[in-house]
């Protein structure tokens, strides 16, 4: 039997991140939550956290951290971080997840989840964007902005991230 190849293949992977940060009171009620927001993946991020990682060269990078910024602008494709970069602070909990897969075009997801503690802020400040890193000094793989919030020194700071990659042939 001949296999038949079409002159024009159609190929795509693409990669999607999503967001929420949510304020929470001390009994774990939600004072604010940003909803889920798309974000958008640095140069750096995409060369760094996976392009060289793939290839597994040296100085490649893995998520590790997660940072808080105070102002409220949108991220640029060329940044190194968070503009008002101002909280950092290792995932308590970081969890990864691989959805299950009915065929090649449904998606895989990396979900992380974080604690920002109450005390991590010494006075009331205002949050505005997140972005997630491999360490507290290395570049930004990826973040967004969402409507400012003002955070208490007696709230805590939840975040869940999603990163989505999706594949498909035709």
């Not at 909803?35 to 893995?62: E, K, V």
């Not at 065929?103 to 505005?128: E, V, Y």
């Amino acid at each position: 039997m001949k296999t038949q190849i079409r002159k024009n293949p159609q190929s795509g992977v693409a990669m999607h991140g999503f967001y929420r940060v949510s304020i929470v009171n001390k009994r774990g009620k939600v004072k604010g939550d940003s909803g889920w927001h798309h974000n958008l993946i640095t140069s750096s991020g995409l060369t760094n956290f996976l392009t060289q990682t793939f290839l597994r060269a040296a100085g490649s990078s893995a998520v590790s951290m997660a940072h808080l910024g105070s102002a409220l602008s949108n991220l640029a494709s060329s940044a190194s971080s968070l503009v008002g970069e101002m909280a950092k602070s290792l995932m308590i909990t970081l969890a990864t997840a691989s959805t299950s897969r009915a065929n090649s075009t449904d998606g895989d997801t990396a979900r992380f989840l974080g604690t920002f503690a109450s005390n991590f802020a010494a006075a009331s400040t205002t949050i505005a964007c997140l972005g997630l890193y491999m360490t507290s000094t290395g570049s930004i793989f990826c973040g967004g902005s969402f409507a400012s919030s003002t955070l208490a020194t007696n709230q805590a700071v939840l975040i869940t991230y999603d990163v989505v990659f999706v594949a498909s042939t035709s």
